[in-house]
């Protein structure tokens, strides 16, 4: 179930100028609702200046370190950043969602894999979460780590990341606005800057997996070129920050104009008629209807709003956080999902 729960802020502390962590107290009786996995994320709810705000953030403290803290990286126009970085207080309250997401290895302790690791800007934290818990976990394995930021003073945990001393880890640092004394590791990862990092013997397309997290034009890039490379796309896992999606929606065609939709949350049903030509999706419809719904992205990149099909059917327009089976198993985002049929029957709770 898609509960909140009040947490109070035990710490906050500046990473950048423009980046904020915050750390959750979690009391004895939520410790075990609140574990995670590396690479999740919470979702986080305030009211600010009388609207009802939620946003996805992710984890940056891996598992084994048994704390809840986040990075907030402020973002032109964005309420909740500017909220977290400018006006939030040690002591703060705020409703938490537990840890969800699929951006999550499957570590063993008898593995020794080879993981390479892209990430760009605040992209780095749930990459730095994976990366942890992969050195912890599996003594065998070795990492990768291209890492893009503008500047060395910019650039997120860059201390912290300096400061692991393991000889399984290598860090790549690329900048787009300093000179590096490696002229392949500057300007952004693209499809050209792939080839050059692959050619150098950097890049090795020959890793046991790949985990990417970033700008959308980034991500594609990356694994547009792995998959040219012959590399199986089921080694290869990415998380967005947003996703314009434009050239990816898949449009849905149905021959009603109206459906009937229940929605089933914390044991209640709430019942609402669904305008084919005007709603946008089951998600979005529900809220419009007074209906206090889970989500956070509204683009289909989180699990925030993620529900399943219990009568009828649907269809998403777009899917970057649902895995295969998640779907055959008959679950959604609702941000995303539209009705295929006259009756829909959507479940919250299971």
């Not at 997996?209 to 991500?219: D, K, N, R, S, T």
Request: proline residues 3%.
């Amino acid at each position: 179930m898609n509960n909140f729960f009040p947490l109070t802020v035990k710490e906050l502390k500046k990473v950048t100028s423009d980046s904020v962590s915050i750390t959750f107290d979690v009391p004895d009786n939520l410790k075990e609702r609140f574990n995670f996995k590396e690479g999740q994320y919470i979702t986080l709810k305030k009211e600010i200046k009388g609207e009802n705000v939620q946003r996805a953030y992710s984890i940056w403290k891996a598992p084994y370190e048994g704390v809840l803290s986040v990075l907030v990286k402020k973002v032109e126009n964005g309420i909740f950043s500017s909220f977290s970085n400018d006006e939030l207080k040690q002591g703060d309250t705020i409703e938490v969602m537990a840890p969800q997401g699929n951006f999550v290895p499957e570590l063993n302790s008898t593995q020794s894999k080879h993981y390479t690791l892209i990430a760009a800007g605040s992209g780095i934290t749930p990459i730095f979460s994976i990366l942890k818990q992969i050195l912890k976990t599996e003594t065998g394995s070795t990492i990768d780590l291209f890492y893009v930021n503008k500047t060395k003073e910019s650039t997120i945990f860059h201390s912290e990341l300096a400061g692991i001393s393991s000889p399984n880890l290598t860090i790549h640092n690329l900048y787009t606005k300093e000179s590096s004394s490696d002229s392949n590791l500057e300007g952004r990862i693209d499809k050209l800057k792939c080839k050059v990092l692959h050619s150098s013997n950097l890049l090795k397309v020959d890793s046991d997996e790949f985990y990417l997290c970033g700008p959308e034009q980034m991500i594609f890039d990356v694994k547009d070129y792995l998959v040219e490379e012959k590399v199986n796309e089921s080694k290869i896992k990415f998380e967005l920050f947003t996703a314009s999606g434009s050239d990816k929606v898949e449009e849905v065609i149905t021959d009603f104009s109206e459906a009937q939709i229940t929605i089933t949350i914390d044991d209640d049903d709430f019942d609402y008629t669904y305008n084919v030509d005007k709603a946008e999706s089951i998600l979005e419809e529900g809220i419009n209807q007074g209906l206090d719904l889970p989500y956070s992205c509204k683009g289909g990149v989180c699990c925030t709003c993620r529900a399943k099909i219990i009568e009828g059917t649907a269809k998403m327009k777009i899917n970057y956080a649902l895995t295969d089976q998640e779907v055959e198993d008959g679950y959604v985002l609702t941000c995303q999902t539209v009705p295929t049929s006259p009756v829909v029957k959507v479940s919250f709770d299971d």
